[in-house]
């Protein structure tokens, strides 16, 4: 039958065709009742079967594609009510379609629809490694609210996203999709991102429901190697890894979703103290957990389980409230409940979570209120949504270097070259983690030069080389391209699908024969500017050593060719600031700025290594810090003041100094304060960042910059898991990068 929203729902106190002796029975509640009241009265009428039905989750690829026996299938268990959520079903069409099939069932629940909206729907803004390089949480917000609003727009409740984890090791493929190696900055963030796909409040038909991903410690894979177990001490866990999880329940997430990795031998996904005991029990969380993709039945190739109906057990049991793509609920958690395995109580609290979650949508009373075609229509062709993305893009630029200012590109040069396996790329611009994949809506680095050189600059082009591979066939022409221009632009880096999920790497140089085509074009004698794309940091050393200038692009988006031409020719003007160390090469791996300890026996003078914690065959430091970034002008920090030298209970100290823009171009800078507790009962890293603004200026400006400390941004947890601050004396770092500190101080702690 086709549900229509003039026949009331029984559970809402009113009554559907057929259904008066039903109604005499079940307990019931007015459409006015609140939340609470509704989700207990319709949880009061399901049967087992359909309680455990609202737990699993199926991908629904199939459903509104050819007639198959998945389709079949598949349509016959949401008819049925014994599906909760779909993935992967997006549309107006598509989801009003499948949703009218579940509303066919004896209750009429409604579906939760759900996609992997990681950074972008139809417009695709930068991967989020390279939107956390903006340093800007309003225009990262911002992003988040666009790409709510466009998959809301096309039926979807419900994204995977943020993924809140810590990426320390660039090996792992998954740190393209978080925000890097620091806690502070990842935590502020993940608020952003969280308040941009959900909204101050759940249930506007712009927002959705956002998920704070994966529960816990992922980003600390042993090896990089995704999927791989995890070895973390708790202080560690509590002062490194959980935190912008916190910071995402604060903010109000509406879900978690576990991770697939073990946490000292127990498995995320059947882990009771992460999910019992701190996420719903110390942090009180209401919301709902769901699995990964098939981690719940993975728990028996762990051997954490014995087969698929063990590892149901453990999984509801720890507090894994939803089952993705893993059939173990729907086989076996009924019978495990019938049997006195898993408790009735166990079962109605997930059940609830997730009703909870379908009324704050206002699923009941409208189930088609996300599946408007004239809205989708609007929304998806609104010209503002690719405006943000663009800004976006500009801020993620990072400038890496910049010899003898050999960009901004100026009027003088009459002739560019642009050389390059990635100068001409469209889809590799959108990253990995793309929803929409038509490339007429990608705009490369070619078609956004072309665009903005004008009449009076002839953009010449050769592709040089390809990514992958070792043929050097294209290096001639390449070189003649280079030599009859004034300069040259070198766009390399990894394609689209070299970073992301399953996509860890050992080896995490510039791959292919790109950095000999560099050598080759920087042997013509000619500026070389260099743009790399990527979703990880690369490892490029002939580039960092003699390019005139580099320009780190991530995958920019859709709007990615506009946005770098913006920076290029110096329309906009670059203030990114990595979010991640680049290491010199993989075995300085984890390198990570708040990794590193004054040891035992540290470098105490250049050079000196004797019998010190450094390598004989590199340096200990990266090939470019957290924190950095460069600009078109220069910025002095000055007149560092500290309110008060000592900080008692209760109180707290305004750290201040002045930034001028001391160059002739305005520009934006992110200055950062970094804190070291020198003695401590925990060692301490040599810095950590505590807080950071965004300052815009204009040529000769100066403003007054003002951080506030607390005994809060003071504190760490102790080997007691206290977390507490130690008194003493702290040293107050300012700078530009957590290797350019421009200002120093001191401050103590007291009693």
């Known amino acids: 039958m086709t549900f229509s929203l003039r026949k009331p729902l029984l559970f809402l106190g009113l009554l559907l065709p057929g259904t008066a002796a ?45 007639a198959s026996d998945r389709k079949s299938t598949l349509l016959n268990s949401i008819r049925s009510g014994q599906v909760g959520s779909m993935l992967n079903v997006k549309g107006v069409k598509d989801t009003r379609e499948i949703q009218a099939v579940a509303l066919e069932s004896r209750l009429h629940i409604p579906l939760l629809f759900s996609l992997d909206v990681i950074h972008g729907y139809q417009t695709t803004f930068p991967i989020p490694l ?25 039926g979807i409740h419900w994204t995977f996203a943020p993924m809140v984890d810590i990426g320390r090791d660039p090996r792992w493929g998954r740190v393209m999709e978080g925000a890097g190696e620091d806690t502070y900055l990842g935590s502020q963030i993940a608020k952003a991102r969280v308040l941009g796909f959900q909204g101050e409040k759940l249930g506007g038909t712009d927002a959705v429901l956002a998920c704070a991903k994966h ?11 995704d999927y791989n177990a995890v070895d973390l001490s708790p202080q560690q866990l509590w002062e490194t890894y959980l935190p912008p999880f916190k910071a995402a329940a604060d903010a109000g997430v509406a879900t978690f979703m576990n991770s697939f990795n073990t946490l000292n031998g127990i498995p995320a996904t059947g882990n009771a ?95 088609y209120r996300f599946s408007d075609e004239a809205r989708e229509k609007q929304v998806l062709s609104d010209p503002q949504n690719r405006v943000a993305a663009r800004q976006m893009a500009q801020k993620s630029l990072v400038l890496l270097k910049n010899q003898n200012a050999t960009l901004p590109l100026t009027k003088q040069l009459r002739t560019v070259a642009l050389i390059g396996p990635l100068a001409k790329a469209k889809r590799d611009l959108n990253g990995s983690w793309t929803v929409d994949t038509d490339t007429t809506r990608i705009t490369s680095l070619y078609d956004g030069l072309s665009q903005r050189a004008g009449k009076n600059t002839q953009l010449l082009y050769a592709k040089g080389c390809d990514t992958s591979g070792d043929s050097r066939a294209g290096f001639a022409q390449a070189v003649a391209t280079a030599q009859r221009a004034d ?37 013509a004698g000619k500026p070389v500017a260099v743009v790399v794309f990527g979703g990880r940091p690369l490892i490029f050393d002939a580039i960092a050593d003699q390019a005139d200038a580099i320009l780190y692009a991530w995958w920019p988006g859709s709007e990615g060719g506009f946005a770098l031409a913006d920076v290029l020719f110096g329309d906009y003007n670059p203030a990114g600031k990595l979010p991640i160390t680049f290491p010199r090469n993989v075995g300085q791996i984890p390198i990570a700025y708040n990794q590193q300890y004054n040891t035992g026996r540290p470098i105490t003078k250049p050079g000196d290594i004797r019998y ?20 078109y002008t220069a910025f002095k920090y000055s007149d560092l003041k500290i309110s008060r030298p000592q900080l008692k209970a209760g109180e707290s100290v305004q750290v201040s100094f002045t930034l001028t823009n001391t160059g002739k171009t305005a520009g934006e800078e992110v200055a950062q304060l970094y804190l070291r507790d020198p003695v401590a009962s925990v060692v301490r890293p040599l810095k950590e960042l505590k807080d950071f603004r965004k300052i815009s200026l204009k040529p000769g400006q100066s403003k007054t910059v003002t951080f506030t400390l607390d005994r809060d941004k ?38």
């Open 22 to 66: 039903l109604a005499q029975t079940k307990p019931t509640a007015s459409p006015n009742a609140n939340i609470e009241q509704r989700v207990t009265a319709l949880l009061a009428q399901m049967t087992l079967e359909e309680k455990v039905g609202q737990l699993n989750q199926y991908s629904g690829r199939e459903v509104t594609g050819p």
């Open 130 to 154: 390279g939107e956390a390089a903006s340093w800007d949480l309003d225009a990262i917000r911002l992003g988040a609210h666009v790409a709510a609003k466009e998959a809301a727009a096309s």
């Open 215 to 225: 529960f816990a410690a992922y980003g600390a894979a042993t090896a990089g190697r």
């Open 273 to 367: 103290y992460l999910q019992r005991d701190i996420l719903k029990g110390q942090w009180q969380y209401p919301g709902f957990v769901v699995s990964d993709w098939g981690s719940i039945a993975e728990l028996a190739n762990w051997g954490y389980a014995a087969d698929k109906k063990d590892a149901a057990q453990k999984a509801l049991t720890a507090g894994s409230d939803m089952d993705m793509e893993g059939d173990a609920y729907s086989q076996n958690l009924a019978q495990l409940v019938k049997d006195g395995k898993v408790k009735t109580d166990l079962v109605d609290d997930a059940v609830r979570r997730i009703l909870r979650k379908k009324f704050e949508l206002g699923l009941f009373d409208d189930p």
């Open 487 to 523: 300069l040259v632009v070198l766009a390399v880096g990894e394609t689209w699908d070299m970073s992301g999920e399953a996509k860890s790497r050992t080896d995490i140089h510039l791959p292919g024969p790109q950095e000999e085509l560099f050598k080759a074009l920087k042997a």
């Open 612 to 631: 010190k914690s450094a390598y004989i065959d590199a340096p200990n430091t990266p090939r470019y810090a957290f924190g950095h970034g460069l600009s």
């Open 714 to 751: 003071l504190a760490f947890y102790n080997q007691q898991l206290e977390w507490k601050a130690e008194p003493g004396a702290f040293q107050l770092m300012v700078g530009s990068a957590s290797d350019d500190i421009r200002l120093e101080g001191q401050m103590e702690l007291l009693p």
